[in-house]
């Protein structure tokens, strides 16, 4: 049996499945910090599953992300090349806050008089031009134990092009300290910046006492219920790796939750037959979205933590699937700007004190309560009495009266806004990076996902849309479909005419062989490890980069024109516009490398029988957009077969979420039980 | 007659506007080939209604602000809108004309048309790495007249019905050091701004063009509203302030001054009295005198508002024409944002008294401007850095002075990483640090300026550099000590030292000749002897300010070993 565990901020999540008949499992209870692992136990007992039937156990955790938010991570020393101990402080002096004069930069994460210098150079082509002073590193290291330093990062200026000081010093540190934690910037990345990589070393380091205590008590915790199989950690790449791997880089943990509903978004995609996916997961806070191409999961490593408008935020350059993510969720508050606007979040009453609708407390409207006041969600699926004169108290004492609408107009107007802001989120990642949506399929979860999706879809001419089945847990059931993955990237710069393919495929070598030593570690042979190859390219002179995958490899002489071309398609694609006639040039090296899991069958429902009318549960006036109030039937998800199909206007409703379809499109379940929306005449 | 048309509607409208505005912004970065483009965001685009009017402009650098409607403007004037066809681009670079900077920040303008009418104007500027003139980079500290700094352009088309004009494209590539980055930034620049047109054109197919002007109205109004109700809500009055600027190349001082009058409907900056023009390209036009003193309006009225022309309807800024601020033909401006800066520098000093939560003290003011030439010593490849250099920021009555940042001009500006420039450029970076000299001392310190050191790896290499605030320190404020300078010196390779100075044009280095760039700390806020004794402790043990310094200007004892601290 697999099973995943996720941790979010309000409930962890479990998802199981018996490979040997594809019965899933789901079950829920609450988070317990400060130990989260408790949580992950309580779930496991909830779900009266037996810990020793479990071989593969998945995990995705927000502690990393919260160590580092709440600076609750260990003492950290930081060694760096003599004269540049600064980098990490000084960071690339932008200002995103471009008009405050009295602005907030980022205070590093570790201060200045634990920044220590040693002498050593390296030159951009990677050659040594100063030896390393072994007595500056040994003198770091007394300084570090004088201060109870927990944690050592190092990172030298051109160490991307060669490693050798780094590992030098980390060899020499560990034989004087074999306790002390330590982190090289070339095992989190082997990019160029140094200011990113040093940043990206020093949140390593600042959270590898907490991933190391957390996961070696999740799996003492583990043993001690009777689990024997293997473990693994869910990573912001799409891709899962082992507890050991995981202590070594806990940086590549910060996204683990929500990029597994991406992930999920292909996995299930793949299985249905879809490649190209835009997925859509609105929760309490926000709604996040991420575009699939030919079933891949696209990834970045311009990744940064508290970033905001104004603030510029840490760089973590380690892959990090490429979401949008805005403040609009259930629980995102609606309120009156100083102009006189309408606005929905990105303030959210959380789960305390929640939505008005949730009776603890909430005083704000919030889009959930605007759901229920149009008849898309019912006071009776609430696990509680919902007091809707107080919610529609709220809705036109906040927003009715300040824009002179009665309450219907003002819910609505709610849901427009919120709507409109997810509409911009889905049009960043598709239309403005040249993709027509129309030639994709909506893949909607998360609480809120269902209930604006058929709008939305409506809106940007999607033709299709998948409510996957247990859309509530789905990131959970995206973990449970992970396969290990190891990204591996190498900033070597060369133009692609004059760059010989010997050597190009010399380092495709280097990078594959170090991949096969991390799969062994991990216990998968390399027969099993299957790659992909891609390539950042862009026109020499510019900067940035464009993602091109590499048909073979070893690659050919002609395979270079191949390449050529990707590239000119891309680019046009992503910037409207090539030069047929500049030079391109290669700047990263990216091997994708997976464990070669063959995913488990999922369970296909029973075929619905009878026309669907015992799964009424009643009918009720809904409030759609640029209609009206139309009276529209209910039904119970859960007692909907395979092969029902309805005509819109239609909500189908489950525990926490529903499912809203408008006129003129149809819902159908599938043999999985996923609900299938589509527009009419498709 | 018209439906009212809802106010929900108006606004979905208007942050589809603004997120369009975003967009082409964004674009236009990820494909330029010139690094002070990518790198140091020194660009701006944005949309304006039919008349020319502001709506929403996307800014890398702060010095950008407010520069693209009058640009748009004066193409409108030159050309008449009835002249206009869809898919004509403008090209505008003219630094005495509406929107003018210097020669080297491109402008290009295009009418959008909806149903065979202008519905908007979209435009963009950006700053080329050369556009031709007496030396590389274009802009110098020497020059004398405009004709020195490369190709001028006073409104001329550019694509014709979206048709690219190639006997122009032609003379620019023939003109410019490097064609081709010139090419492809000019291409990035259509193609933004043919993206922004298209989005405007989907827009109004969806919304109607009715909608989209009405919520291009609202967004000016609601613009407008916001900063007036500030102003009602701000104490009246008048204040004054002058500083000198270095000098104008020859030795001679040259004065900014400005006299700001707050009254219940106008915020009126007036700079009457400031220098006459100069012979050195440090004289700005009156538009980027304009983005100047917006910086600082912005900054108070409210630093988060969307930026358009109704949110500038209450600001008056007044110049003497002929003055350093508002220069005439044939005057030098390629480092125009000396002057400017020093305009933004002197409204901030008057209004830091009365604004102490929004304006803290003096910061290092300069661009720090440098250009370095030459050849890469590895592949013999010409190379052209052109960039800014962080440096310190004042302290203000709530926190310390932030280090290590470029100067109020620019903005969301990266600086080039030190892995890149030994790549690309023909220089070893020997140290990037913060330059901790513990200059301004107060109860909140300055922040610390930078040191960067290049080494240059081949021969005959040119630098040319601009570091204001070289003779006047960063201004401390309610008690505050002073900051320091800015400053560069050169270490020949036989070890004599040249400098320290504040402005050079191509001087030559040779192979292993080092320049050390430093820049200043930022003033202090408030007196030292109040500072927090932990805090005073904690400067020391980081290295931000010495023992010594800790006695002498904060009064407080610290131990040099365990940092345990005693204020006497």
Redesign the interface.
């Known amino acids: 049996m697999r099973i995943a565990t996720d941790i979010g901020g309000t409930f962890t999540d479990l998802v199981s499945i018996d490979e040997e008949n594809g019965r899933i499992v789901a079950q829920k209870s609450h988070t317990t910090p400060p130990n989260f692992e408790q949580g992950v136990l309580d779930v496991i007992k909830k779900s009266e599953l037996s810990p020793a039937s479990m071989d593969t156990f998945i995990h995705g955790t927000t502690t990393i992300i919260n160590a580092l938010t709440e600076r609750k991570g260990g003492k950290t020393g930081l060694i760096t090349t003599k004269?540049?101990?600064?980098?990490l402080?000084?960071?690339?002096?932008?200002?995103?806050?471009?008009?405050?004069?009295?602005?907030?930069?980022p205070e590093p994460f570790i201060?200045?008089?634990l920044r220590q210098e040693v002498a050593e150079r390296i030159?951009?082509?990677g050659e040594v031009i100063e030896p390393l002073n072994t007595d500056d590193i040994k003198s770091a290291v007394t300084y570090f134990k004088e201060q109870d330093v927990e944690s050592i990062g190092i990172c030298y200026?051109?160490s991307?092009a060669n490693d050798e000081h780094e590992q030098k010093t980390a060899a020499l540190i560990k034989s004087l300290w074999p306790e002390v934690f330590i982190t090289t910037s070339s095992t989190v990345t082997r990019e160029?910046?140094?200011?990113?990589r040093t940043s990206t070393v020093a949140l390593n380091s600042y959270v590898m006492p907490t991933a190391s205590s957390y996961l070696n008590n999740l799996s003492n915790k583990l043993e001690g219920i009777g689990f024997k199989g293997k473990s693994y950690i869910m990573q912001s790449n799409g891709g899962t790796t082992t507890f050991e791997q995981a202590k070594n880089a806990p940086v590549n943990m910060v996204e683990s939750g929500p990029v597994a509903g991406v992930y999920g978004a292909a996995i299930l995609g793949q299985i249905l037959g879809e490649n190209n996916l835009i997925a859509f997961d609105v929760g309490g806070t926000t709604a996040k979205c991420s575009l699939i191409e030919n079933g891949e999961v696209k990834v970045t490593t311009e990744y940064r933590i508290e970033r905001t408008d104004?603030f510029a935020g840490y760089p973590i350059m380690a892959p990090v699937v490429d979401i949008v993510e805005i403040g609009n969720g259930g629980g995102s508050i609606a309120w009156i700007d100083?102009?006189?606007?309408?606005r929905v979040g990105p303030q959210s009453a959380g789960a305390l004190p929640g939505p008005v609708a949730y009776g603890i407390g909430g005083t704000k409207p919030t889009t959930t309560d605007a759901c229920l006041l149009t008849g898309r969600l019912s006071a009776d699926n609430f696990d509680h009495p919902v007091d809707l004169d107080a919610v529609k108290m709220a809705v036109v004492k906040n927003v009715g009266e300040p824009?002179g609408l009665n309450a219907d107009?003002a819910a609505m107007?709610i849901i427009?806004?919120a709507e409109?802001?997810m509409y911009?989120a889905l049009?960043?990642i598709s239309i403005?990076r040249g993709y027509d949506p129309t030639e994709f399929t909506m893949v909607a979860f998360g609480g809120g996902g269902p209930m604006h999706c058929a709008a939305l879809a409506k809106e940007l001419n999607i033709r299709k849309i998948i409510v996957p089945d247990a859309a509530s847990v789905f990131a959970a059931w995206g973990m449970l479909m992970t396969d290990l993955r190891h990204d591996y990237i190498r900033t070597r710069?060369s133009p692609l005419a004059e760059s010989p393919v010997d050597e190009i495929n010399d380092i495709w070598q280097e990078m594959q062989e170090q991949a096969e030593k991390q799969f062994s570690n991990d216990g998968i042979p390399a027969s099993q490890m299957i790659c992909q190859y891609y390539v950042d390219m862009r026109?020499i002179?510019?900067?940035?980069t464009v993602k091109v995958s590499v048909p073979t490899v070893p690659l050919k002489e002609e395979d270079k024109e191949v390449i050529k071309q990707r590239f000119h398609e891309a680019?046009e694609q992503?910037?409207?516009?090539r030069?047929a006639s500049?030079a391109v040039e290669i700047v990263n090296y990216h091997l994708v490398a997976n464990g070669g899991l063959i995913r488990p069958e999922l369970r296909k429902i029973s075929p619905q029988t009878g026309d669907g009318e015992d799964a009424k549960i009643s009918v009720r006036p809904v409030c759609f957009n640029e209609i009206g109030w139309l009276d529209t039937p209910v039904y119970n998800r859960y007692e909907l077969g395979s092969g029902a199909k309805f005509s819109g206007p239609v909500v189908i409703e489950e525990k926490t979420s529903s499912t809203v379809v408008y006129p003129g499109q149809n819902v159908a379940v599938d043999e999985y039980g996923n609900l299938i929306v589509t527009e009419e005449g498709e | 007659m018209t439906k009212k048309i809802?106010?929900?509607?108006l606004?979905?409208v208007?942050?589809?506007l603004m997120?369009i505005g975003n967009?082409v912004f964004y674009?236009f970065?990820?494909?330029?080939?010139?690094?002070i483009i990518?790198?140091t965001l020194d660009y701006a685009c944005g949309i304006a209604d039919s008349e020319g009017r502001l709506l929403t402009q996307g800014?890398g650098a702060?010095g950008f602000?407010g520069l693209i409607s009058p640009m748009i403007q004066a193409v409108i004037d030159k050309f008449g809108k009835d002249n206009m066809k869809s898919g004509d681009v403008y090209l505008i670079n003219d630094p005495y004309m509406g929107g003018g900077s210097h020669l080297s920040d491109i402008g290009m303008m295009m009418p959008v048309f909806y149903d065979g009418e202008i519905i908007a104007f979209l435009g963009n500027k950006a700053h080329w790495s050369d556009v031709g003139g007496m030396a590389a980079g274009s802009f110098t500290t020497d020059s004398t007249e405009v004709f020195q700094e490369g190709l001028r352009f006073s409104g001329v088309k550019l694509v014709d019905a979206g048709e690219i004009c190639r006997p122009l494209l032609d003379m620019i590539k023939a003109n410019v050091r490097?064609p081709?980055?010139a090419e492809?930034d000019m291409?990035?620049q259509i193609?933004s701004l043919?993206?922004g047109s298209k989005r405007i054109i989907d827009l109004c197919a969806k919304y109607g063009h009715a909608v989209v002007r009405e919520s291009m109205v609202r967004l000016l109004d609601?613009?407008e509203?916001?900063s007036r109700?500030r102003l009602l809500e701000f104490p009246k009055g008048s204040w004054e302030a002058e500083e000198f600027m270095d000098d104008d190349g020859h030795g001679n001082p040259v004065l900014i001054k400005v006299k700001v009058t707050i009254t219940d409907d106008e915020f009126i900056a007036d700079y009457s009295g400031s220098s006459p023009q100069v012979v050195s390209p440090i004289n700005t036009g009156y538009t980027s005198l304009c983005a100047g003193a917006k910086?600082?309006y912005?900054?108070i009225i409210d630093?988060?508002l969307v930026v358009n022309d109704g949110v500038f309807r209450p600001l008056r800024i007044i110049a003497e024409p002929g003055s350093v601020l508002q220069c005439h033909a044939p005057a030098p401006t390629s480092c125009y944002f000396e002057s400017m800066l020093y305009a933004t520098d002197v409204l901030?000093r008057a209004l830091a008294p009365v604004f102490p939560?929004?304006?803290?003290a003096g910061h290092m003011l300069s661009v720090c401007s440098v250009v370095l030439s030459g050849t890469h010593q590895?592949t013999g490849v010409p190379f052209l850095i052109v960039e800014?250099t962080?440096g310190g920021w004042g302290a203000?009555c709530?926190?310390d002075g932030?280090?290590?940042?470029?100067c109020?001009g620019?903005?969301?500006?990266?600086?080039v990483?030190?892995?890149?420039a030994?790549?690309r450029y023909g220089i070893?970076?020997?140290?990037?640090?913060?330059h901790t000299d513990g200059a301004g001392a107060g109860t909140f310190r300055g922040g610390s300026g930078?040191v960067r050191?290049y080494r240059a790896m081949s021969d005959n290499q040119l630098f040319t550099a601009s570091f204001g605030r070289n003779k006047y320190p960063a201004w401390g404020t309610d008690g505050g000590a002073d900051g320091s300078y800015n400053y560069f010196e050169i270490i020949r390779a036989n070890g004599t030292h040249e400098g320290p100075m504040g402005i050079t044009a191509r001087t030559v280095l040779n192979k292993n000749d080092i320049v050390r760039m430093v820049t200043c700390t930022g003033g202090g806020y408030g007196d030292p002897h109040k500072r927090d004794v932990n805090r005073v402790a904690w400067d020391v043990?980081?290295?931000?300010i010495t023992p010594e310094q800790a006695k002498n200007d904060y009064g407080v004892d610290v131990d040099p070993i365990t940092f345990e601290a005693v204020r006497r």
């Open positions: 004269g540049f101990r600064d980098v402080e000084i960071a690339r002096c932008n200002r995103p806050d471009l008009f405050n004069l009295v602005f907030h930069k201060p200045r008089y030159s951009y082509k200026i051109n991307y160029w910046r140094e200011y990113e104004n100083e102009a006189g606007s309408l824009l107009d107007g427009r806004v409109s802001n911009n049009k960043l403005r710069i026109y002179g510019q900067e940035h680019h992503a910037y409207t516009f030069l500049a | 809802d106010s929900v509607t606004d979905i208007k942050d589809s997120a967009e674009s970065a990820r494909t330029s080939m010139s690094p990518y790198e800014n702060c602000i490097f081709d980055s492809g291409w990035g193609a043919r993206t609601q613009g509203i916001l109700k910086i600082a912005m900054s630093p988060e901030w939560e929004h304006l803290g590895d800014p962080g203000s709530t926190k932030e280090v290590g940042q470029f109020v620019d903005g969301e500006t990266y600086n990483p030190v892995e890149m030994e790549t070893r970076v020997e140290e990037y640090s913060l930078a050191i043990r980081n290295g931000y």
